[in-house]
């Protein structure tokens, strides 16, 4: 079946730690995107990238960085730089070709700071 | 801070009556408009699409529209079922469909009481 795959469902951060999210799709898509959900809001974009080796910041990109090394896989870095990571984040893409092609999504990945 | 406005307050509405939800904007003029359910602790699933020169969309019990004027979009959901009780998001390319940077609203809760 093709999707979005995020792993892991839940991780644990310790302060001052680096953590890395994966995703990895296999619909073939060009663009791909990480967003930030807190509890009650709506998703922020932390960062999207529309081809490999090629990506954008979003609203909210301090202490995150991403890769695009291949177009399967958009992994995304939690820094020690960000002061509140504990969230739900979500990774989704599209095809890119279409005007307004919608968004598949992966299950998210829940960080806590602890 | 967000850009596009959803209602803020959760929605409670009884079984077989229409939800309408609303989501507002500023400073942009998006090429298409798109809503989104979110289930909790689950990535949003994408249901409908709305383009700038359509007034009108529908698909079962959904309707969208959109109002370029105004720069709204009105979500309705007829005949509503318990099971339709979710959080329900809109979406847009901030730059009109060109860049697929897609950003999100702020999310309503909508609550189906049976």
């Known amino acids: 079946d093709g999707g979005i795959t995020q792993s892991p469902k839940y991780l644990f951060r310790k302060e001052g730690q680096n953590v890395t999210l994966s995703c990895e799709q296999n619909?073939?898509?060009?663009?791909m995107y990480w967003y930030r959900q807190d509890p009650g809001q709506g998703l922020r974009l932390i960062y999207y990238?529309?081809?490999?080796?090629?990506?954008q910041k979003g609203d909210i990109a301090e202490g995150y960085s991403v890769s695009r090394e291949k177009k399967e896989s958009f992994p995304l870095t939690v820094t020690s730089a960000q002061k509140n990571p504990t969230a739900f984040y979500l990774c989704?893409?599209?095809?890119?070709?279409?005007?307004?092609?919608?968004?598949?999504f992966g299950q998210g990945t829940r960080l806590t700071v602890v | 801070s967000q850009k596009i406005e959803q209602n803020s307050e959760a929605l409670n509405i009884q079984e077989g009556k229409t939800a309408t939800l609303t989501c507002n904007y500023t400073?942009?003029?998006?090429?298409?408009l798109q809503w989104y359910r979110q289930d909790p602790g689950r990535g949003p699933v994408f249901l409908l699409l709305?383009?700038?020169?359509?007034k009108e969309k529908r698909k079962e019990r959904l309707k969208v529209t959109f109002d370029t004027t105004l720069k709204q979009s009105l979500f309705h959901i007829t005949a509503s079922q318990p099971a339709d009780s979710a959080t329900y998001l809109c979406?847009?390319?901030?730059?009109?469909?060109?860049?697929?940077?897609?950003?999100f609203g702020t999310g309503t809760l909508l609550a189906v009481q049976p």
């Open positions: 979406a847009l390319d901030p730059y009109g469909g060109a860049t697929n940077k897609l950003i």
């Open positions: 619909l073939n898509h060009d663009a």
């Open positions: 990238s529309q081809i490999v080796n090629d990506f």
């Open positions: 989704a893409s599209i095809e890119g070709r279409g005007l307004g092609t919608e968004a598949f």
């Open positions: 400073n942009y003029s998006p090429a298409y």
């Open positions: 709305i383009r700038e020169n359509e």
